[in-house]
């Protein structure tokens, strides 16, 4: 089973960094779950979300976050438009399924 968060949006904030006060480098970058196995794939919606510092290569997590980081996270939260929930049926599954239903 392969599952992972892939990157669905990046936005770059103007911020100051909390670890480096610079306002240049923080991304808050929304991923969505994964999921692959040898009978389907599946996006589903669990969505998370990080900030990275580019300028000081950090990762800022929530309790490091200001009022107004907070702010900006919440807002962009609202304007995410998440993929669409979907499991495709791989081959083997349709063939399972085809012997079963015979």
Not at 7 to 25: M, Q, Y
Not at 52 to 68: A, F, G
Not at 86 to 100: C, D, E, H, Q
Request: glycine share 2%; aromatic share 12%.
């Amino acid at each position: 089973m392969h599952d992972e968060f892939i990157p669905i949006k990046e936005v770059a904030l103007k911020n100051n960094c909390p670890e480096c006060f610079s306002t240049e480098g923080l991304r808050l970058t929304f991923k969505q779950r994964f999921i692959e196995t040898q009978f389907y794939k599946s996006i589903t919606a669990d969505i998370e979300q990080e900030i990275n510092c580019n300028t000081c290569n950090n990762k800022i997590y929530p309790v490091q976050w200001t009022d107004d980081i907070e702010r900006v996270v919440e807002y962009q939260k609202r304007a995410f438009t998440p993929k669409k929930t979907s499991r495709y049926l791989k081959k083997a599954s349709w063939i399972i399924i085809g012997l079963i239903g015979l």
